[in-house]
């Protein structure tokens, strides 16, 4: 085939029929990704390179050179890019991630500028594996021929500096293959230079004799968090946490049975250091910390959340690449909670919803109570008791999340349980008074998105004395969007264990305020209009609970609660 770029040029045919691109042999030099590259298979969209052209994989940062185009099939032949290291490295050596050649420098030089002299301390990851290498200087730029740009060295306790070569340590390290064996490191060490972030710095190693035997560069990361405990050998490289209910399979996730609050979970932290040694600490907000739990207790099994284990560093304790607030160090480490069942729990869940009274006394909150057995639910509304550890409820407090914590006795609830206090952490959200739209939104579970209540009303009309009309649509168009937000974003329960996927309801019922018998519909008719000669108020709030119908019973699923809104209001 005849190539309009180049002329009459017979191209190959790829295997999905399509012929590849050719440009002019006199075009410029071009860097091509590999994606896009004619490799003898299929041909559209694909593009024939020139000799001396280069190729990038960005999905994995691999370079090639083309090398040689072949005359009948026009497959390039790639070349895999090295750099050859510089006798003398300049600022123009730039540092890269791993490539496909020699191993690129990424090493950072850690400067705390807080206290006097600076502390500089060179990435862990440089150690040497010869007993040849003695000391090391660190130089700004790439020029270390004279010492004017040495900027590493240790002072005495007057200021006065001793040295400006650092006397390497021996460390213990893990090899690629599993074993481990002892090298020389770089210790902390000082400066009373001031550098930027991402400067330039070489470490030149020398051996006994002042031979170089080493070049490598670094890039300067300022931080606050570098801490001399022993000459700077002994530093912090990790902290974990144990406790009795870390996942086997997974040393990042934390199974705890549900009712349970942190404090009785047992947690310990444990932070390692670059010695070998470790130390053993409770978690009560003194050296260790856990963010994102609070005081909540879960409910419902499979209830999952994120959480941050946090150790806060002593003043004598030295890390790298720490994060720091105020001067004072910490690190952290992610995990992930979830919430299991265990012998004698019950599975039952807690939902409050606000309900508006007036401008004075603002809102107050109704409470239901759901068993995973789905047999019944129940109105806990007059049982509830707060817990005192938890702000009391704000009725007029707008725009600020409430975590509420509600305690139920449950042998007052049904005879059926035993005399057990279930409790339940619920966060309301109070957007305004109860005549707008969307007063407000709860969230069920900790981080809940998007949250339940945005959105949902129930539409009320007076359409002639004591008749009324109610439309609980909310504005949505689909029933799985009306289903989203007023039932799954309720996050009723469910077992994983036994349960793929949440049951569907098939029914729906409004609720009457004055208790009466309820509207009872099949899911089709989300969307309808239907009629009541029971009186609604304006700014209430109305009930819909959510079931599914077998051959043999009823599920209950759910229920959610709408504000009440009249045309003009």
Known sequence: MADILSG?????????????????????????????????????????????????????????????????????????????????????????????????????????????????????????????VASVKLFTGSDFTTNENCVSGYYDQSGTLVSQAITLAPVTVQFPDGSTGTVSGVPVCYTNVRLADATPVTAVAYSSTGAVVSIRQLLIQNTGCIRLADSGVKYVVGI????????????TLIQFPINVILANLNLMGIVRYSDGTSAMLPVDNTKFQILGFNAFVSTIVGQSFDVVLKYNLSPDEAVFNANSVDQVGFITRAYRMTSINSAGAYALKLLAFPVWRDSITGYRLDWFLYNLDRSTWWNVTSLVQFSPAFPPFQPLQYGVQQDINAQVQLNKVDPSFTNYLFSATVAITLLGPGMQDSPWQIQFEPGQMPP???????????????????????????????????YYNTLPLTDPATEAQLPVPTHFAIQMPDGSAPIVCPISQWASTFSTGVTIPDDSTLYVTFYMRTTTNDLQLSICGLPVRYPGT
């Open 8 to 132: 009459a040029v017979e191209l190959p045919v790829g295997t999905d029929g399509g012929v590849p691109i050719r440009g002019p042999d006199n075009s410029l030099w071009e860097i091509w990704a590999y994606q896009n590259l004619w490799l003898g298979a299929a041909g559209t969209n694909k593009y024939i390179p020139k000799v001396n052209d280069y190729v990038c994989d960005y999905t994995i940062n691999q370079w090639w050179r083309v090398t040689l185009i072949d005359p009948i099939t026009y497959v390039p032949t790639l070349v895999p890019l090295t750099t050859t290291p510089n006798a003398a490295m300049t600022e123009g050596d730039l540092l890269q991630g791993v490539g496909p050649g020699t191993l690129a420098d990424t090493f950072r030089v850690y400067l705390d500028t807080s206290v006097i002299p600076f502390i500089l301390a060179v990435d862990g990851r440089l150690w040497y594996p010869g007993p040849d």
């Open 240 to 251: 974990e946490l144990r406790t009795p209910f870390l996942s086997s399979s997974d040393p």
């Open 452 to 486: 339940y209540g945005p959105g949902n009303v129930a539409a009320v009309n007076e359409v002639q004395a004591n008749q009324y009309t109610i439309n609980i649509a909310s504005g949505y168009r689909k029933q799985a969007d009306w289903l989203q937000a007023l």
